[in-house]
């Protein structure tokens, strides 16, 4: 759907139109190219990293063999585990991983554009030799996949719904660097209001407010007084962070058993589906967190994309003077638009008060809501895409506690960098241009 139209000037070609049609068959795709030329950004990267993977995890692979659980003791039927020679199934991928770049390689050669599809499956074969070589080099070379998946969605819950607020906030075009302050302020009203009423659903219900409630000063400070957005974030993070542990100091230490003592949220398993192996745990295996994550995201992405509250909103974080002339209240939509996404993202920080432990500690998000942030970027401000990206910093956040576990030489140091590695990559084009809203992060004035 088009905001603006402009009607045709008499004699003088239009662009896409006539010009399309005097063209010769199939040189269309060839002009829209020559307007954004393809860069040597993903061929360099690919080809970089399909050369390491095959030295790595190739060359100097190790040469046991390492074993993938698929199923527990308590699933309907069990799954034989997965064995994979390591250093075989180092050179096989790499060799794959080679292949690719080198296509990529060819493509750009020819002035093509790389599909979606190659950077992805790139990414797929790479985390898949990397885990072989890091079981198949540890004392025990053997883990449950099953389990490894599992842990990774579980801890990628609030980084999903960090993730949320922040499409949210800037597909109508604010910039949301308080989604750190979002999910703590969650995580303490959820742990206090939990403890001072023993219900965990009151407080998941206040933990939402707590986080509407920073996103509404946030709203105000950037769209109504034009403060600079990032600005506006940081100072938001700071506040909560030391109001959250003042009161915590103050009033939570002074009588846990009151204020620090939130009933806990279960898993709710579904009979039967619960018991399948490997999607099991991850789908009907969940908290109720959990399962607003799923619904969450679902529901963003169909009333982002698919109704015409999204369009509005995708119209104002794109170009916010023609949606205006249409009648959008541009200030409005904003305001109640990060409100929300703040409500999202206070109920991904009562996982961790009211799931993960049961008390509030300061500092509790332990950083999650600037990966969260990161998982936007990486998730192409798609809320699917960021969904996806999440599970990527859940499962490397999980597969760093199981690599010493079994004992592997990798450090863990570097597995708690990696994904911040992987975002780095991702935003310096391996999965494409990432082009955040046009109108991102700069105020509206009307008139």
């Not at 922040?166 to 742990?191: H, K, P």
């Not at 806990?264 to 994550?293: A, T």
């Not at 200030?331 to 008390?359: H, K, M, Y």
């Not at 509030?360 to 600037?370: A, D, L, P």
């Amino acid at each position: 759907m088009s905001i603006t139209a402009t009607s045709p000037q008499p004699g003088k070609p239009q662009p896409g139109k006539s010009g399309a049609r005097a063209a010769r068959p199939g040189t269309e795709r060839r002009t829209d190219i020559s307007e954004k030329p393809v860069t040597w950004k993903v061929p360099v990267l690919l080809s970089a990293l399909g050369i390491v993977a095959f030295i790595f995890f190739g060359l100097l692979g190790p040469n046991q063999t390492a074993s993938f659980g698929l199923s527990s003791g308590g699933d309907l039927f069990q799954l034989p585990a997965v064995q994979v020679p390591a250093f075989l199934g180092g050179i096989i991928l790499s060799v794959l991983m080679l292949g690719l770049a080198g296509y990529a390689v060819y493509l750009k050669a020819k002035d093509r554009p790389a599909p979606r599809w190659l950077p992805v499956t790139f990414t797929v074969l790479f985390l898949a030799a990397f885990l072989i070589w890091v079981v198949g080099g540890a004392r025990t070379p053997s883990i449950s996949l099953a389990g490894l998946i599992a842990g990774s969605v579980t801890l990628a819950v609030p980084l999903v719904f960090g993730s949320l607020s922040g499409v949210l906030c800037e597909r109508v075009g604010v910039v949301n660097i308080a989604i750190e302050g979002q999910l703590l302020g969650g995580a303490f009203t959820a742990a206090l209001v939990a403890s001072m009423t023993r219900n965990p659903f009151v407080g998941l219900l206040a933990a939402a407010a707590a986080g509407a409630l920073v996103s509404m000063v946030l709203a105000l400070f950037s769209i109504k007084y034009l403060v600079n957005q990032i600005i506006v974030g940081v100072v938001l993070n700071v506040l909560v962070s030391g109001l959250t542990g003042f009161l915590f100091n103050t009033v939570m230490q002074a009588n846990k058993a009151q204020f620090n003592s939130p009933p806990g949220l279960d898993n709710i398993d579904i009979p039967v589906l619960s018991s399948i192996p490997i999607i099991g745990p991850v789908l009907f295996k969940q908290s109720v967190v959990g399962y607003l994550m799923y619904i969450a995201v679902i529901v963003v992405w169909v009333g982002l994309f698919k109704t015409k509250w999204g369009l509005r909103v995708r119209a104002v974080g794109e170009h916010p003077q023609a949606a205006d002339t249409m009648g959008i209240k541009v200030n409005t939509t904003r305001f109640w638009n990060v409100t929300l996404g703040g409500a999202i993202a206070g109920i991904g920080g009562s996982f961790f008060t009211l799931v993960a432990i049961d008390s509030f500690t300061e500092e509790i998000s332990g950083g999650r809501g600037f990966i969260a942030l990161a998982a936007l970027i990486f998730g192409r401000w798609n809320p699917v895409g960021a969904f996806f990206a999440a599970l990527l910093f859940g499962f490397a956040d999980n597969l760093q506690s199981i690599v010493t576990i079994i004992g592997t030489p990798v450090p863990s140091q570097f597995m708690a960098m990696l994904p911040y590695l992987v975002t780095v990559l991702a935003v310096a084009g391996l999965v494409g241009r990432s082009r955040p809203p046009a109108a991102s992060g700069i105020p509206y004035v009307k008139g």
